[in-house]
């Protein structure tokens, strides 16, 4: 009886194997079949003359780029914010003082956004401005003094999670 039910499974499993065999040769014709060159590899449909997949990945391409735009057009979505100083480096006196612009981009520019302004500590800098960009303003001036016994060092500017270093170089007298 074991050698019947062993025959029995040999059987069914072979008959299962040459069903899906079968069945994958008709549900899917090779490209000769199909009357097309062989360019599985090149991803190209079974239509003649047609590249589905290229087609495909160009088409979705296409609306991603049309989708953000819409989005950022609309306000659904925000460029990131980003600061910026009218200088690159501020050169500073030892015992004087200058104001630098400080320059928003990107972000809600229709909101009013905290502002703060930090010295170096022992720098011998100190630094003021205005306590927030206000609504629909892309700047404001900071100020920022440079004690007699000042060293060359650097001012930081922080809304939220952004932040950018000022470098400050003391000239002494």
Known sequence: ??????????????GVGFVLFKGSQVAVPSAEE???????????????GYD?????????????VDVKNAAVSTGA??????????????????GAKADVRVIRGGGDMAKALKLDVIAAPRSGLTATSASEFPA??????ITI???????DSGVTVRTGEVSKVLPVKVIKP
């Open 1 to 14: 009886m074991g050698k019947a039910i062993l025959f029995l499974i040999v059987i069914v499993v072979l």
């Open 34 to 48: 199909a009357g097309g060159d062989s360019t599985e590899s090149s991803g190209a449909s079974i239509l003649p």
């Open 52 to 64: 589905l997949k290229n087609k495909t990945v160009e088409l979705a391409g296409k609306i991603k």
């Open 77 to 94: 979505i925000n460029k990131p914010l980003v600061l910026k100083f009218d200088r690159e480096v501020l050169e500073l006196k030892a």
């Open 136 to 141: 629909n303003s892309a700047a404001v001036v």
């Open 145 to 151: 003094t440079a004690s007699a016994d000042s060293q």
